[in-house]
């Protein structure tokens, strides 16, 4: 018995289906790249949180705590992300329901990139005082000590743009789910929001 449906013009069928192909490989690629932001945003906070607990003359002065404090907690977070993202690479699903994971990932990437940035910018004020005696008290003698700062406020700054590449992600992600009720543009509807 011949087909009830009538044959596709010009590849319509064809096209239609190498379109959602493109779609698919389009969300697949997003995940990789956040994996890969997730992965240097997680080594530059954990370097600069090293380089700031390892000069005890730094850490006498309040905006190094605070730089090695907010990259401790950013470290910890993207931990968190990578495990997320490695999770979503591996089985295509969150960890988390779909509506409550981008929400998280949206809402955590703005406000730890923000407190990255706020203790980066406090910590770069303070270094770039570094051995004088009249701005930050002397604490900083200069010399290792200096250049050892000055490498965990770039490390810091560098974790911050990592960060904030992720809430760009993040933020389309978010803007997919809303428009189209799934997390990438790749697959139609099935959520009932």
Not at 5 to 28: D, L
Request: include cysteine; proline fraction near 4%.
């Amino acid at each position: 018995m011949p087909s009830s449906s009538p044959p596709a013009r010009n590849g319509g069928e064809v096209a239609a289906a190498g379109e959602g192909e493109r779609k698919k490989a389009v969300g697949r690629r997003l995940v990789g790249v956040m994996l890969l932001l997730r992965l240097a945003s997680l080594c530059f906070a954990v370097s600069a949180a090293a380089f700031a607990a390892t000069d005890g003359a730094a850490l006498r002065l309040a905006p190094f705590r605070f730089l090695l404090a907010a990259n401790a907690i950013v470290a910890v977070y993207s931990a968190f992300e990578v495990a997320a993202a490695a999770w979503e690479v591996a089985s295509g699903g969150t960890l988390l329901p779909e509506a409550m994971q981008l929400w998280f990932d949206f809402g955590h990437d703005q406000g730890f990139g923000y407190m990255a940035l706020a203790a980066a910018a406090a910590a770069a004020r303070e270094a770039a005082t570094c051995g004088s005696h009249g701005g930050g008290g002397g604490a900083m003698s200069g010399g290792t000590a200096c250049v050892q700062g000055d490498i965990a406020v770039g490390l810091g700054f560098a974790g911050f743009a990592a960060v904030a590449a992720a809430a760009v992600a993040t933020g389309y992600r978010l803007a997919c789910f809303l428009a189209t009720g799934s997390r990438s543009p790749a697959s139609p509807s099935s959520s009932p929001y």
